[in-house]
């Protein structure tokens, strides 16, 4: 299976967790990396390129932090770009059908308060609707969301003792799913 991670980080550099995300994954045998904010500093997605680096793909991996309940601007950017009329749905647009979509996310808060009841209100898999939606309008299965809770990134906001050790395994999780891509993942406190 080939896959296709698009990272989308504004601040990779200083991300306590994407950078080791990306270390344990690099070299894995049919793993495409594609981080867009690197490719594109002056945010103007060759759409070309990125339509070609996904026909190759069975599965499409979003890797990002949840930025504002939602994927950071350029991973919105590249959806409302990339899969576009004639690509990705309308008439001829059958390339995405029968991928697979796995968003790979981080969350600053705490699983508890993902919830009904908890201070945002939604649980993670409630605020991933629209890449659920658009997965489906463009013929993709959107699997089950692996997310990594209580990672804050934000000067001010105390970082968690063994935040080390949850990114850690959390890595490995992540490996361990890529690299044996027929096995389907079971959701992380969606």
């Not at 500093?41 to 390129?49: K, L, M």
């Not at 070609?52 to 979003?62: K, M, Y």
């Not at 699983?111 to 908890?118: I, L, S």
């Not at 050790?165 to 690299?179: G, K, M, N, S, V």
């Amino acid at each position: 299976m080939n896959t296709l991670v698009v990272v989308s980080h504004p601040h990779l550099a200083t991300s306590r967790a994407h950078r080791r995300l990306l270390d344990a994954i690099s070299g894995l045998p049919g793993i495409a990396i594609r981080h867009l904010e690197a490719l594109y500093p002056d945010q103007r997605i060759d759409v070309a390129a990125e339509q070609a680096a996904v026909l190759p793909a069975t599965r499409i991996v979003f890797q990002f932090p949840l930025y504002w309940f939602s994927t950071p601007p350029m991973l919105k950017a590249w959806q409302d770009d990339v899969l576009a009329v004639g690509f990705a749905y309308g008439p001829g647009g059958t390339l995405m059908c029968g991928k697979l979509l796995q968003p790979v996310l981080t969350a600053g808060g705490e699983h508890a308060k993902y919830r009904p009841g908890g201070r945002n209100r939604y649980k993670v898999s409630d605020l991933l609707k629209p890449l659920e939606a658009t997965a489906r309008i463009v013929g993709m299965a959107m699997l089950p969301p692996l997310v990594l809770h209580h990672v804050p990134n934000v000067t001010g906001i105390p970082v968690p003792d063994d935040v080390d050790t949850r990114i850690d395994a959390f890595a490995r999780r992540y490996r361990a799913l890529l690299a044996a891509p027929e096995a389907a993942p079971a959701a992380a406190h969606p």
